[in-house]
């Protein structure tokens, strides 16, 4: 079993930044891929970036990349999420989430509760 706590939301200013955090707690953090997840009102969850159990291997949705980076510190059971150049488009709930093993841009074994990030233009 695996607990995630996400953090960082808040409301910010159109091109500035934010870090998002998730702390995971159960054993075995360094076995899971991490991933970001984040639904909008009235819209579809949607993937936004990923990271693989030792942070080899990352993946971005396109309408983030070169804005958005994910890291992660295995030896802090924290997976980061860190937000450049914000859009009012961006505003949305994110959460967190973790995958057995796998990489994994869409299902996923365990889910967080969600950090609000509202962008205001």
């Known amino acids: 079993q695996v607990q995630l706590v996400e953090s960082g939301g808040r409301l910010v200013q159109a091109g500035g930044s934010l870090r998002l955090s998730c702390a995971a707690s159960?054993?075995?953090?360094?076995?899971?891929?991490m991933a970001w997840f984040r639904q909008a009102p009235e819209k579809a969850r949607e993937f936004v970036a990923a990271?693989?159990?030792?942070?080899?291997?990352?993946l971005y949705a396109d309408s983030v990349k070169g804005r958005f980076t994910i890291s992660r510190d295995n030896a802090k059971n924290t997976v980061y999420l860190q937000m450049n150049v914000l859009k009012p488009e961006d505003t949305a709930v994110y959460y967190c989430?973790?995958?057995?093993?796998?990489?994994?841009?869409?299902?996923?074994?365990?889910w967080g509760q969600g950090t609000q990030v509202t962008v205001s233009s």
């Open positions: 989430a973790a995958n057995w093993r796998t990489i994994s841009t869409t299902a996923q074994n365990y």
């Open positions: 159960g054993r075995s953090f360094s076995s899971y891929s």
């Open positions: 990271i693989s159990l030792s942070g080899g291997s990352i």
